[in-house]
């Protein structure tokens, strides 16, 4: 057996080096290095050569030690709050594997409420993330972002920020809220109410204003506007149940699908009132419980694949150009109707089989 022969022997028994694999090829480490980064400058042939040579011997480039010489960590801090919300996990189950699909691995970072805002912080800029996407600033004020995010691509979902020039992407709330409006008085509702979540933030506030205003010029009257406080089951419910004391509504919007899983049964258990003859209920999101026959909830779908693709792409863009201007996205969604506003009765009575922007899903 030859020295050569005798090297690549033992060295099938002990983790590889860059600089060892290159010495076995005769070729330098960096040609080694670029054999392993999509893109880079390197023959087809020799990359072919590199990487059945690397499957041979078990050689896997060090992660550690290319964030080093590249100055990248290649991960992308997620900021996630309001964990309670159904809609979030799918989101960042999605967003995760389109960052994979770009060679980016996820850093989630939860801030809860009462935490202390400032460390979690501190520990997202010590991880040297190359990215930041804030799934919910329901926690954060302006400032805490802007710090956050400095000299970082940086990508808000689901969530503006007056006056920070963060880029956002986000379903269009103002077309799902006047969508809601619109399908309310199409099946001759007239006294309807609205339930907020989160009063202060971005999301509640493009839907309520957007509904409200909607509301007025449709001729409709708006009976209450119950600030829920929270997107939960429980907040819902405690909405149902006042508007059950009023007896005088007849459609509810619900900010998001939890709150209106809350409301649903406080109005049907408690309240004894019959969905949708008595009263109609549509919310916001399209999670997975709104098409369970208990609720068959009708709702505003937000395009979750399109802002994860969407979101992936302007991090992207803004590590290869860190001098883009900030940008705000609102992507289209659909109007889901289902039992919870139509009942039973055959499609067409609602239109179905007249031309429409709407989706139906019965």
Sequence with gaps: MTKAEDDVASLRHKPLTARELARLLGVSQSAVSRAFTPGSSITPELRQRILKAAAELNYHPNAIASMLSKRRSNIAGIVVSEMQNPFYPTLIEKLSRGLQRV?????????????????????????????????????????????????????????????????SVSCDNVEGARAIADHFHALGRHRVSYVAGLAHTSTNLERQNAFVTRVAELGMRLVHCIAGGEYSYDAGYRAGLDIAR??????????????????????????????????????????????????????????????????????????????????????SGELIIRHSTVGKQPLEIIGENKPSPLTNSL
Excluded: C
């Design 103 to 167: 060679r980016l691995q996820s850093l989630m970072f939860n801030i809860t409420r009462g935490s202390n805002v400032e460390e979690q912080l501190v520990a997202l800029r010590q991880y040297n993330v190359d990215a930041v996407i804030i799934i919910s600033a329901t926690v954060l004020s302006g400032a805490s972002v802007r710090w956050a995010t400095e000299g970082r691509a940086a990508v808000l979902v689901n969530r503006t920020i007056p006056d920070l020039s963060v880029t």
């Design 246 to 331: 009023g007896k005088d509504t007849d459609a509810v919007f619900f900010a998001n699908d939890i709150l209106a899983a809350g409301g649903f049964d406080a109005l049907t258990e408690i309240a004894k009132l019959r969905v949708p003859e008595d009263i109609a209920i549509a919310g916001f999101d399209d999670v997975a419980l709104t098409r369970w026959p208990h609720y068959s909830l009708t709702t505003f779908r937000q395009p979750v694949d399109a802002i994860v693709d969407k979101t992936v792409d302007l991090i992207m863009q803004q590590l290869s150009d860190a001098t883009l201007p900030s940008s705000h996205n609102a992507l």
